[in-house]
Nanobody
Framework: VQLQASGGGLVQAGGSLRLSCASSGRTFGSYAMAWFRQAPGKEREFVAAINANGDKTAYANSVDGRITSSRDSAKNTVYLQMNSLKPEDTAVYYC???????????????WGQGTLVTVSS
């Protein structure tokens, strides 16, 4: 089972990026998928989650209104559309799969390798 995150890069403040996380080796149609991020020297924090059906989402207060999560179950892929990016959004972004749509990293079973997002001021 592998989760492959991609789409990170360098963007100016106010810009946009779309992250993708594709799973291989197993389908996760009945699982929640989430995004976390970790900035240098900080703990991993919850960003967004989407339920198995794709009809419910949850976002951290710090990104609510700027970030949208979606999923394409046919492609086993989850997306994170990030708009109006701020320098404080700079971090390595990780996707994760778990049974429930919760904000705690310990409740997720599979993790991607992370993709770096750098927002310049």
């Amino acid at each position: 089972v592998q989760l492959q995150a991609s789409g990170g890069g360098l963007v100016q403040a106010g810009g946009s990026l779309r992250l993708s996380c594709a799973s291989s080796g197993r389908t996760f149609g009945s699982y929640a998928m989430a995004w976390f991020r970790q900035a240098p020297g900080k703990e991993r924090e919850f960003v967004a989650a989407i339920n198995a059906n794709g009809d419910k989402t949850a976002y951290a207060n710090s990104v609510d209104g700027r970030i949208t999560s979606s999923r394409d179950s046919a492609k086993n892929t989850v997306y994170l559309q990030m708009n109006s990016l701020k320098p404080e959004d700079t971090a390595v972004y990780y996707c994760a799969v778990g049974p429930l749509m919760v904000p705690w990293p310990s409740d997720y079973d599979y993790w991607g390798q992370g993709t770096l997002v750098t927002v310049s001021s």
